[in-house]
């Protein structure tokens, strides 16, 4: 049965369809950038394909359980035992019933846990029931990442096994796996490399193009496209979409939370949702209520090792209860910037990544015998970023400061350093830091990609640039209420903003 999914336009109005039965066989990868409206692509094609193929929706932000309403998707919440999520999944195999598997509100390590014990009950479905499903992961990033990351090994391993399986044995057993991702470089290659289908959005990091253009087979040079595609563009190619890349435009939907005049559509020939609710969350008279399988605990890394020596300081060196609490923990935060800053000086650290980075911080706090508990992986992430953009610990008092800490924290770890140093200046008032400069904290030789990572953040509303008549660049931040004197973006590099690392 051919089914073609209209998932919007090409240029010149006509339809871009997708062929539902050719991607069941062929799997699709869809990236771009936050706000590109990959969310958006995932709710069109689910939408669209509704009354034609049941569906799974893994979804990390809880923006799939209004379909639950129009199309009667059965929200699965996932607070629930490991155990009870694959025998969920089992049953919705068996009565392919469809489903969003809401996984917000959970920690990143609960989310993989919960996501890869269901997939693990999709994927090991009695062969009776290896019906075709569609099975949709926003942010597979989270589920597949490329690296090791804050998350313990064995969360990962399961995780990143459950998605490997989706994407790269799940189509004998019916599932086809539709994944979303914001950084291709951040997806696991063996997870991307299985969908034959791709719809790129906007992508702004050269990483993310060059992975792109390795997927599609496109030259770099031709993958350029991709930074200029704008909210809802996306260019298509795979075996369910068309042969050479096309461009398209994703049309509407109607159960966004934004949608205010919802188009009625015929609801799908499912059983109602009170049954289908029935049949999922009863077990059955002969299901084998058995206790869960005990594996054995998982092998431990030499990093694990190290960081649990690290944190493990013996009761004996615990300093009696400071009589005033308020100097002990400047003096703690005194301490832990002196290692840090022990660690910036290192001309090796640029080259180090974070991970490594971090278990010599928590060696040499504990050689130094630094009170009271080390930071966490993530604070540690932060604080190097603030300390390696050049930002003197002790600005976090002034005003305006932790904000924008807080606010580069939304950001990836690359370009917080980027972002603290242009929020700096304009804390401060004083002039735009070059595009010299930028490159060099970003840890580049290229303007241009100074002035790329500008424009970034001026599209998530982060800061609005303007210029002035002498072409010197201003900087304004919206959210600290303030900007940067003219600076002149052709300008020398700013010494006093150099990594250590480039004082070879
Ligand atoms: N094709 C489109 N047509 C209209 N609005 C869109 C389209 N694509 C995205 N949007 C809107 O843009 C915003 C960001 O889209 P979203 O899908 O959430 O992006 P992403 O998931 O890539 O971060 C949302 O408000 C969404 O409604
Ligand atoms: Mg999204």
């Given at each position: 049965m051919k089914v073609d999914i209209d998932m919007g336009s090409q240029s010149g109005g006509k339809a871009a369809t997708l062929d539902l039965e050719e991607l069941l066989a062929t799997r699709l990868l869809v990236q771009g950038n936050s706000g590109s409206g990959k969310s958006h692509l995932l709710r069109r094609l689910l939408e669209q394909s509704a009354p034609w193929v049941q569906q799974c929706v893994i979804d990390p932000e809880g923006?799939?359980?209004?379909?639950a309403d129009r199309y009667g998707h059965v929200v699965v919440d996932a607070e629930r035992s490991e155990a009870e999520l694959t025998r969920i999944a089992a049953r919705i195999r068996q009565h392919r019933v469809s489903v969003v598997l809401n996984l917000e509100g959970l920690d990143v390590e609960q989310q993989m846990r919960c996501a890869a014990a269901f997939l693990g009950g999709l994927f090991d479905a009695d062969r009776d029931h290896w019906y075709p499903v569609l099975v949709v992961v926003d942010e597979a990033q989270l589920f597949a990442p490329a690296v090791a990351g804050e998350v313990s090994d064995e969360a990962r391993k399961l995780s990143l096994g459950a998605m490997t399986n989706l994407m790269c044995r799940g189509r004998k057993r019916g599932l086809a796996g539709v994944i979303a991702t914001q950084r291709l470089a951040k997806l696991a290659k063996n997870v991307a490399a299985e969908a034959s289908n791709f719809l790129m959005g906007r992508t702004f990091l050269d990483i993310d193009m060059a992975r792109a253009a390795d997927l599609l087979g496109m030259d770099r040079r031709q993958s350029e496209m991709f930074r200029d595609l704008a909210r809802g563009h996306f260019v298509a190619l795979g075996p369910a979409l068309s042969r050479r890349p096309l461009p398209v435009t994703i049309g509407t939907v109607e159960?966004?939370?934004?949608?205010?005049s919802p188009k009625l559509t015929p609801l799908p020939e499912a059983p109602a949702p009170a049954d289908a609710r029935d049949l999922i969350f009863t077990p059955a008279a002969d299901e084998v209520r058995a206790m869960p399988v005990r594996r054995p605990p998982p092998p431990v890394s030499t990093a694990d090792i190290l960081t649990q020596l690290a944190q493990a300081r013996p009761k004996a060196e615990e300093p009696a209860e400071p009589l005033l609490p308020v100097i002990a923990e400047a003096d703690h935060a005194a301490r832990i910037d002196e290692v840090l800053r022990e660690i910036l000086v290192d001309p090796d650290a640029a080259f180090r990544t974070v991970a490594v980075l971090y278990q010599d911080f928590l060696v040499r706090c504990r050689i130094r015998r630094v009170p009271g508990e080390p930071l966490t992986l993530a604070d540690f992430r932060r604080r190097f970023a603030v300390a390696r953009a050049g930002?003197?610990?002790?600005?976090?008092?002034?005003?305006g400061w932790p904000q924008a800490v807080t606010l580069s924290a939304g950001l990836p770890d690359d370009l917080q350093g980027v972002f603290l140093v242009i929020a700096r200046a304009a804390l401060t008032g004083a002039p735009c830091p070059s595009d010299a400069t930028i490159a060099r904290v970003y840890g580049s030789h290229s303007p241009s990609r100074a002035r790329r990572l500008i424009a970034y953040f001026e599209e998530r509303g982060l800061f609005v640039v303007r210029t002035d008549f002498r072409g010197r660049r201003i900087v304004a931040s919206p959210d600290l209420g303030c900007e940067t004197a003219p600076g002149d973006p052709a300008g020398p590099v700013d010494v006093s903003q150099d990594l250590p690392s480039a004082a070879e």
């Amino acid at each position: 049965m051919k089914v073609d999914i209209d998932m919007g336009s090409q240029s010149g109005g006509k339809a871009a369809t997708l062929d539902l039965e050719e991607l069941l066989a062929t799997r699709l990868l869809v990236q771009g950038n936050s706000g590109s409206g990959k969310s958006h692509l995932l709710r069109r094609l689910l939408e669209q394909s509704a009354p034609w193929v049941q569906q799974c929706v893994i979804d990390p932000e809880g923006d799939f359980v209004t379909l639950a309403d129009r199309y009667g998707h059965v929200v699965v919440d996932a607070e629930r035992s490991e155990a009870e999520l694959t025998r969920i999944a089992a049953r919705i195999r068996q009565h392919r019933v469809s489903v969003v598997l809401n996984l917000e509100g959970l920690d990143v390590e609960q989310q993989m846990r919960c996501a890869a014990a269901f997939l693990g009950g999709l994927f090991d479905a009695d062969r009776d029931h290896w019906y075709p499903v569609l099975v949709v992961v926003d942010e597979a990033q989270l589920f597949a990442p490329a690296v090791a990351g804050e998350v313990s090994d064995e969360a990962r391993k399961l995780s990143l096994g459950a998605m490997t399986n989706l994407m790269c044995r799940g189509r004998k057993r019916g599932l086809a796996g539709v994944i979303a991702t914001q950084r291709l470089a951040k997806l696991a290659k063996n997870v991307a490399a299985e969908a034959s289908n791709f719809l790129m959005g906007r992508t702004f990091l050269d990483i993310d193009m060059a992975r792109a253009a390795d997927l599609l087979g496109m030259d770099r040079r031709q993958s350029e496209m991709f930074r200029d595609l704008a909210r809802g563009h996306f260019v298509a190619l795979g075996p369910a979409l068309s042969r050479r890349p096309l461009p398209v435009t994703i049309g509407t939907v109607e159960t966004s939370a934004r949608s205010t005049s919802p188009k009625l559509t015929p609801l799908p020939e499912a059983p109602a949702p009170a049954d289908a609710r029935d049949l999922i969350f009863t077990p059955a008279a002969d299901e084998v209520r058995a206790m869960p399988v005990r594996r054995p605990p998982p092998p431990v890394s030499t990093a694990d090792i190290l960081t649990q020596l690290a944190q493990a300081r013996p009761k004996a060196e615990e300093p009696a209860e400071p009589l005033l609490p308020v100097i002990a923990e400047a003096d703690h935060a005194a301490r832990i910037d002196e290692v840090l800053r022990e660690i910036l000086v290192d001309p090796d650290a640029a080259f180090r990544t974070v991970a490594v980075l971090y278990q010599d911080f928590l060696v040499r706090c504990r050689i130094r015998r630094v009170p009271g508990e080390p930071l966490t992986l993530a604070d540690f992430r932060r604080r190097f970023a603030v300390a390696r953009a050049g930002v003197d610990m002790t600005r976090e008092g002034e005003e305006g400061w932790p904000q924008a800490v807080t606010l580069s924290a939304g950001l990836p770890d690359d370009l917080q350093g980027v972002f603290l140093v242009i929020a700096r200046a304009a804390l401060t008032g004083a002039p735009c830091p070059s595009d010299a400069t930028i490159a060099r904290v970003y840890g580049s030789h290229s303007p241009s990609r100074a002035r790329r990572l500008i424009a970034y953040f001026e599209e998530r509303g982060l800061f609005v640039v303007r210029t002035d008549f002498r072409g010197r660049r201003i900087v304004a931040s919206p959210d600290l209420g303030c900007e940067t004197a003219p600076g002149d973006p052709a300008g020398p590099v700013d010494v006093s903003q150099d990594l250590p690392s480039a004082a070879e």
